[in-house]
C-alpha cells in the first residue's frame, strides 16, 4: 500500500483528497500542524507527496527546496496560482508535477495513480505476457499493432486506427488476460491538453472492439462489471 502525504491548508480539500485517495486504498498522511511540516515529512517517509503553495510561515516551494534535500520523493503540486512562472520555478525546485486548483477529483486521483506508476514501475511491460515481434510492433498471437503507423493486423488483413484506439490497444496488448481498470485506461487517454471523461472511454471502447470484430476477434475485449476490462483472446 502507497503512504501519501497531503500538505494542504484548506480543510475541505484536504478532507476531499483524502477521501478519493483512501477509496482508491492508500494509506494517506495530512498534515494538519503546520509548525511539524519537515518533521512530519520525515516521520512519515511518504511515496508521494501532495503539496499545496499557499500555506502558513513557510510557502510549498520552500518545502519543496527542503525535501528535496532528503529525499527523491515524487512531488505533485496543487495550487491556485495559475502562472506559468509560478508552475515553471515549482518544477525547477524539484516538482514534479502541477495541478491548478479548482480541478477535479477525478483529474487528481489520475495524475496521483499515473505518478505512482511511473516512478515506482508498474508501467514496465510485462514480456512473460506480450512480446515484441519487431521493432515498432507490439503483438500477441497473430494480432500485432504497428506502432508507427497506427494500424493492426492479423492474417494479412490491416485496420487503421484513430489516436484513441491505439493507446488504448496498445495497453491490452501490453497487459493481456489482465484487468485494466476504468481509471488506467482514462490515463490512456488524457494528455496536457485535454481531460477525457468516462463517456468517451466508452465510446472508443466500443468502436475499438467494432474493428477487432472485423479481423475475427469479437468480444475479445471483455467488460468487468464495477471494475474496467480485460483482453483475453
Known amino acids: 500500500m502507497y503512504k501519501i502525504m ?4 484548506d480543510a475541505k480539500l484536504r478532507e476531499q483528497m483524502s477521501q478519493i485517495l483512501l ?8 498534515v494538519q500542524d503546520f509548525h511539524k511540516v519537515e518533521e512530519e515529512f520525515l516521520d512519515s517517509k511518504p511515496d508521494l507527496l501532495i503539496l499545496d503553495i499557499n500555506l502558513p510561515y513557510y510557502d510549498g516551494n520552500y518545502y519543496c527546496r527542503i525535501f528535496r534535500r532528503h529525499s527523491n520523493v515524487p512531488i505533485i503540486i496543487v495550487s491556485a496560482r495559475n502562472s506559468e512562472m509560478s508552475q515553471i520555478l515549482s518544477i525547477e525546485l524539484g516538482a514534479d508535477d ?8 477525478e483529474l487528481f486521483i489520475a495524475k496521483v495513480n499515473a505518478m505512482i506508476r511511473r516512478t515506482y514501475g508498474d508501467y514496465a511491460q510485462d514480456t512473460a505476457n506480450a512480446e515484441i515481434a519487431t521493432k515498432g510492433k507490439l503483438a500477441v498471437g497473430s ?7 497506427f494500424k493492426i493486423t492479423s492474417g494479412g488483413n490491416v485496420i487503421e486506427l484513430s489516436k484513441n484506439e491505439f493507446k488504448l490497444m496498445k495497453a491490452f496488448l501490453t497487459k ?8 488506467e485506461l482514462l490515463e490512456e487517454l488524457w494528455d496536457q491538453s485535454d481531460f477525457v471523461d468516462d463517456n468517451t472511454l466508452t465510446v472508443n471502447i466500443t468502436r475499438l472492439r467494432g474493428k477487432l470484430s472485423e479481423l ?4 475479445c475485449i471483455k467488460t468487468k462489471r464495477g471494475v474496467g476490462y480485460v483482453f483475453d483472446i
Request: hydrophobic share 40%.
Open 6 to 9: 497531503i500538505i494542504e491548508d
Open 23 to 30: 477509496g482508491y486504498g492508500f494509506q494517506v498522511v495530512a
Open 98 to 105: 502541477y495541478i491548478v486548483k479548482p480541478f477535479p477529483l
Open 143 to 149: 494480432l500485432q499493432l504497428d506502432e508507427k503507423s
Open 176 to 183: 493481456p488476460n489482465e484487468v485494466l481498470t476504468r481509471e
Open 216 to 219: 475475427g476477434y469479437a468480444d
